[in-house]
């Protein structure tokens, strides 16, 4: 601001008559109240809004930014006329700033300008007629008197977006810390007070979404607008790539599949849904998702944490797995290795299986003479073990999932 703007360079070129200049000063209070007037009755967002000090302190407004142009008129001929202008454009700036922090639109001060340029040339021009100023000089100050105004507005759509940057950049922030305090686990009333600082209105429970980044932009555009999102990177379980954990509101029930359909391609993994303030046990269970190799294919749907639920409950203690597996597979130990996983992988389908011969068969893709022969083998083994519900239990447990680096294999 320090060097003179447009509207102030001109003025200096203007020949006032100080008799008018004072006539147009003595007329800004009437005209800041009609200016007000007219604003409140033309422009829908500011009907019923400037009512008391506020009227008083916009009224106030109108007259100091109308006495800084006839102060540029009437300094035309000092050396530097811009000076009483920077701090017309300042208060401006401040004013578009108020009105963003008050929640009107950019739209709705400009349109109060164009409403407040109308009427101040409009009395003001009566008066410099009235002076007997010539038709050339009238022009040129109502030329002037627009572009200072133009200049104003300039300054208070500049403060107006500013500000919006401004708390948007603060809600981001405070998103970022509330999504982060979620994940963690922070006990509820810090929470609470972080969605309130956030202004972020808590749902009924949240589901964590774990995808990766690169997919990330396009999956928000297919979520609800209050979904969160971690400004974190998350190294992917072997995935050599980055993941964004997204906390998705109120996704349970019907909308859980729904949730499931919209991120097919995506490469997602959903968390169970949890009450929102306890969403932490749902991102600790799509990492140990991640971790145990469950990998949403490319182009297929979410990996539903949900329909895994054994798999993740049998490898909550991969070690203990492991002493279960060794320990009920203990027969086979003398067999060698070859002999030894045909019978193991026969003995899991005759468990899932409930013993129906011809079902294990098609699934070993082997004849039922077959199965036959090896489970007489393995009854040879185990004995009456096979009948004892506390064994059929744990060889249940130990071979629902195949082994992972060959933990729990037969000792040799």
Do not use: C
């Not at 964590?208 to 990177?233: C, I, K, W």
């Amino acid at each position: 601001m320090a060097e003179r703007s447009e509207a102030a360079r001109r003025v200096a070129r203007l020949e006032l008559d100080a008799r008018v200049a004072g006539a147009l000063r003595d007329q800004l209070p009437l005209l800041a109240e009609r200016t007000v007037t007219a604003i409140t009755a033309e422009v829908p967002s500011y009907s019923g809004a400037l009512t008391g000090q506020m009227r008083e302190k916009i009224e106030n407004a109108v007259q100091i930014a109308l006495g800084t142009f006839l102060q540029l008129v009437e300094q035309s001929q000092s050396a530097d006329p811009s000076t009483p202008l920077v701090g017309a454009l300042e208060a401006a700036y401040a004013l578009g700033s108020g009105e963003a922090r008050s929640g009107r639109s950019a739209d709705a001060l400009l349109a109060a300008y164009r409403v407040g340029a109308r009427v101040s040339w409009r009395e003001m021009s009566a008066t410099t007629v009235q002076g007997g100023l010539s038709a050339a000089t009238v022009a040129e100050f109502a030329e002037l008197m627009f572009a200072y105004i133009d200049e104003l507005s300039a300054a208070s759509v500049a403060g107006h977006a500013d500000e919006l940057a401004s708390v948007g950049r603060a809600r981001r922030r405070n998103l970022e810390r509330l999504t982060q305090r979620l994940l963690a686990g922070e006990p509820e009333e810090v929470l609470l007070r972080s969605a309130d600082r956030a202004d972020w209105p808590p749902p009924q429970t949240l589901t964590v979404v774990l995808l990766p980044r690169a997919n990330l932009r396009a999956a928000l555009a297919l979520l609800p607008s209050h979904t969160l999102e971690s400004g974190d990177d998350l190294p992917a379980a072997g995935a050599g790539e980055d993941l964004a954990v997204l906390l998705v509101p109120d996704t349970h029930g019907d909308r859980r599949r729904q949730l499931a359909r919209v991120l097919r391609g995506r490469r997602a993994v959903l968390g169970p849904a949890r009450p929102w303030t306890r969403v932490a046990a749902s991102y600790q269970r799509a990492i140990r998702a991640l971790s145990l190799g469950l990998h949403p294919p490319h182009d297929g749907p979410a990996l539903d944490t949900e329909e895994h639920l054994a798999e993740l409950v049998l490898s909550t203690d991969p070690e203990g797995l492991a002493d279960l597996r060794a320990r009920v597979l203990a027969p086979l130990a003398s067999l060698p290795s070859a002999t030894a996983d045909r019978l193991v992988e026969t003995l899991r389908s005759w468990l899932l299986h409930h013993g129906r011969r011809d079902d294990v068969a098609a699934d070993l893709f082997v004849h039922p003479q077959t199965v036959r022969y090896r489970m007489g083998k393995l009854r040879e083994l185990y004995g009456d073990r096979l009948t004892d519900p506390g064994t059929v239990l744990d060889l249940t447990l130990a071979l629902a999932f195949p082994p992972r680096d060959g933990a729990g294999d037969p000792p040799s």
